[in-house]
Nanobody, 125 residues
Framework: QVQLVESGGGSVRTGGSLRLSCVVSTDNSYMEYDMAWFRQVPGKEREGVAAAARDGSTTYADSVRGRFTISRESGKNIVVLQMNSLKLEDSAIYYC??????????????????WGQGTHVAVSS
């Protein structure tokens, strides 16, 4: 059984910062997962935000590049999304996703089997 446990999120003013964390909880602790963050606003399509593969490579959506940083602890299924210079349009429910192998389409949600329950990020002026 694989579970994704998210933490962080909350409310912040524009220009502020928030930090999201995600841990993969699994009985097979020796297995490493490709991981990513997605976000969704009710009524809109899910958007890939940032991904961190097992090999350490990272991918960012154009909308967050330069403001968000995704990192993972080496050899561990833990990712952190540091969000700086937040904008109103960053408000959404953020979901952590993971799978054993995703490949190049790391910001395509259809590539991930496991999902967290989501954490809310609200940015206000």
């Amino acid at each position: 059984q694989v579970q994704l446990v998210e933490s962080g999120g909350g409310s912040v003013r524009t220009g502020g910062s928030l930090r999201l964390s995600c841990v993969v909880s699994t009985d097979n602790s020796y297995m490493e997962y490709d991981m990513a963050w997605f976000r969704q606003v009710p009524g809109k399509e899910r958007e890939g935000v940032a991904a961190a593969a097992r090999d350490g490579s990272t991918t960012y959506a154009d909308s967050v590049r330069g403001r968000f940083t995704i990192s993972r602890e080496s050899g561990k299924n833990i990712v952190v999304l540091q969000m700086n210079s937040l904008k109103l349009e960053d408000s959404a429910i953020y979901y952590c996703a993971a799978d054993l192998w995703v490949g190049q389409e790391s910001l395509n949600g259809n590539m991930y089997k496991y999902w967290g329950q989501g954490t809310h990020v609200a940015v206000s002026s």
